[in-house]
């Protein structure tokens, strides 16, 4: 009985009830001894060509109201007669047309549903976290204050120092809402990515030169192994690359041994770049390579430290290196040394 169409449906009915009333009228005939196959024909097919109209109008009747309610429902549209049923034809499978049309219009409902509740949770979650991130330095802020109003103001031996410091606060703050501002960009694309011939070699040397200070509070050695032996032309985003690579070598900075190194590497790869940041520091878990890009993720170890770092670092990068087409990856061994490695594009000679 599958993929009736209303017509069949129609044509089935009127045989079942042609055939009956046939059969009642030959047995009729039959008692009363007087049988004729002419007319016992007649009344087959007439009985066959009337119900066979009177169920097609009482199924298209039937039909055309179920499925205009079912249409109203799924496409939640104020449908008239005509647009309800102007798609259906009574030659077609009617029923399956719609069950199926009904079957994707709930796949269709559960998948706005889940990524309702992802976006509900993701925002519970980013709220949760940015208050989080925001508790500790209002506080030290605050805990600074009421000493200095309390009489350490008049204290030389600290006031100075706990203004000093609330200042720090203040600036993990403007550096969290920063972050946050590039992230929100980022993710809504206000932010374009504008794509030049970059010497990423030349970019790479100004991003060391900046953090030579931070490297040397450490001892920390940063070198750049240029395999390639030439100037290296990628296709980027220079500003967007600078903040890459600010992130990925301060992170190796913050998280590398006293006395350690960070060597920032050039593959040719084909049509792409490779370019590696490799540190010998810390090192980070498997358990956290998965999950280590999404915002205010750290590793057990890194929280620890309490870097003073916003913990949106990473997810920048990954969302600045994504909006080139690009990826971005990571090897790590605890207590060896970590790398990041990401590629661009070459840029045409
Ligand atoms: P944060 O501001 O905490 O540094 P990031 O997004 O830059 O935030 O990094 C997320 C976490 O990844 C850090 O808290 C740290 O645990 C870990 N991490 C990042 N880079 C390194 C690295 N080079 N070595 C070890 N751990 C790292």
Redesign the pocket.
Known sequence: MKNLTPKGIAFRISLFVATSVTVIVFLAEFFSESIHFLSLFLVFVSSLVISYFGFLIAIEQFIYKKIKLIYRTIHNLKLNKDDALSDFSLNKDIISQVSQEVIDWDQKNKLEIERLKDMESYRREFVGNVSHELKTPIFNIQGYLLTLIEGGLYDEKINMDYLARANKSVDRMIALIE?LDIISNLESGVIEMHLKKVNIIDLTQDVLSSLERKAQEKNIKLTIQNTLNKSVWVMADADKINQVLV??I???I???KDGGE?KIKFYDMDENILVE?A?N????EEK?HKR??E?????????A?D???????????KHIIEAHQQTINLR?TVDV??T?SFTLKKAKQ
């Open positions: 972050d992130n990925l301060v992170n190796s913050k998280y590398g960070t940041v540190d520091g810390q090192g980070i956290h280590l890009f915002r205010f993720y750290r590793t057990d170890r890194g929280r430290r870097s003073g770092g916003t913990g949106l670092g990473l997810s920048i990068v790590s040394g970590s990041f």
